[in-house]
């Protein structure tokens, strides 16, 4: 629920080294699998107008659902961190939980959604494909899950 910050020169160099690796094998005749992940900033859509629903597993009831406006308090950030559960990461061909490697919560849908599009708002598929040398492409986009890192969660940097 925070915009990343790099935590060390290392950690930028990993996610430079790895967008420069996905325009070369976006240029390449392969067609690569990928995912591409950033952020949307509050300067590129007004956020004001847009509310997140999260619903708590297990949880079958519609009084459940709860919603928070954006800018979200520290007290709702803790909120919604807590209706999640640990979220886990890919290791080879495995799907691990390590605390020591990543701490923070997920929400997929349909226990949480957006009262609007971010990625229709913030215009971000018009400009994606320059950005990534992949003008003659069309990109879509889905939101796959929430993470939540609550104060000094982290998730290492890592190439897979």
Do not use: C, W
Request: glycine share 4%; net charge positive; no cysteine.
């Amino acid at each position: 629920m925070r915009p990343h910050k790099f935590t060390s020169t290392q950690e930028y160099n990993t996610s430079l080294a790895l967008r420069r690796q996905y325009v070369a094998d976006a240029k390449s005749k392969e067609a690569p699998s990928f995912a591409v992940t950033g952020i949307i900033r509050s300067s590129e859509l007004d956020v004001s107008k847009i509310a997140l629903y999260v619903k708590r597993q297990g949880q079958a009831t519609r009084s459940a659902v709860a919603s928070y406006d954006f800018p979200l308090s520290a007290e709702d950030v803790q909120r919604v961190y807590h209706a999640g559960l640990p979220s886990q990461h890919g290791k080879g061909s495995e799907t691990v939980y390590d605390p020591t490697y990543r701490q923070a919560h997920k929400i997929k849908p349909p226990y949480f959604a957006l009262s609007a599009d971010l990625i229709d708002a913030s215009n971000v598929l018009n400009t994606l494909p320059t950005t990534l040398k992949l003008e003659d492409k069309r990109l879509t986009a889905r939101l796959h899950k929430l993470n939540v890192y609550a104060t000094g969660g982290f998730f290492k940097p890592h190439r897979e």
